[in-house]
């Protein structure tokens, strides 16, 4: 079993930044993709930002040129950093990965979510 675990989010205010961190633990062969979506209130998941495993990013429109999506391979861990939070950035931010597991003599790709964490942009 694949375990994600999310830390960071909170409360900031209008321009203000906040990091989100996500490790992948567990029977792990190879992490493919991993990133964030995220989920506002009334809203569908929607991309944030990815990175793959040759280090290939890919941001939502939104969040381009505010937003770093970083890696540190050799703890499976992904961070978000966020800058120039905007009122519509708040959202439940959820990590996601995409990685192989070894069954045998065959990886199977399989797809994780992790718990989400909350990113609130108030005054």
């Known amino acids: 079993q694949v375990q994600l675990v999310e830390f960071g989010g909170g409360l900031v205010q209008p321009g203000g930044s906040l990091r989100l961190s996500c490790s992948a633990s567990?029977?792990?062969?190879?992490?493919?993709?991993m990133g964030w979506y995220r989920q506002g209130p009334g809203k569908e998941r929607e991309l944030v930002a990815t990175?793959?495993?040759?280090?290939?990013?890919n941001y939502a429109n939104s969040v381009k040129g505010r937003f770093t999506i970083s890696r540190d391979n050799a703890k499976n861990t992904r961070y978000l950093q966020m800058n120039s939070l905007k009122p519509e950035d708040p959202a439940v931010y959820y990590c996601?990965?995409?990685?192989?597991?070894?069954?045998?003599?065959?990886?199977?790709?399989?797809?994780?979510w992790g718990q989400g964490t909350q990113v609130t942009v108030s005054s």
């Open positions: 567990g029977s792990i062969f190879s992490i493919n993709v």
């Open positions: 990175i793959t495993n040759g280090g290939s990013t």
């Open positions: 996601y990965c995409n990685l192989d597991q070894q069954r045998g003599s065959q990886l199977t790709a399989s797809e994780y």
